[in-house]
């Protein structure tokens, strides 16, 4: 079992940004493909990032393209997500996830961390 636990998130201005880090528990963290989701009020929780088990290979929504970076430090158990350039449309919850590679969903969840970008 692999336990996820966010940090970093908090109140910004737009423009400003932030580093979202997600600390996962157990062995099988390097064994994961890790994403980050978010979930704004009222609507559906949409795909943010991904990274491959070795880090390479980001991939991102095109809403946060050029603006947010997936990195991973395996050493670390850890995964973060870098926001740049934030918009008041960034405001979320962002939850960090992982997946086998063979699993078609994610599997594993955090428990969130809201970003809150005032305007």
């Known amino acids: 079992q692999v336990q996820l636990v966010e940090s970093g998130g908090g109140l910004v201005q737009a423009g400003g940004s932030l580093k979202l880090s997600c600390a996962a528990s157990g062995r099988t963290f390097s064994s994961l493909r890790m994403g980050w989701f978010r979930q704004a009020p009222g609507k559906e929780r949409e795909f943010v990032g991904s990274i491959t088990r070795s880090g390479g290979d980001p991939y991102y929504a095109d809403s946060v393209k050029g603006r947010f970076t997936v990195s991973r430090d395996n050493a670390k158990n850890t995964v973060y997500l870098q926001m740049n350039s934030l918009k008041p449309e960034d405001t979320a919850v962002y939850y960090c996830?992982?997946?086998?590679?063979?699993?078609?969903?994610?599997?594993?969840w955090g428990q969130g961390t809201q970003v809150t970008v005032s305007s």
């Open positions: 996830a992982g997946r086998r590679d063979y699993s078609s969903t994610y599997d594993y």
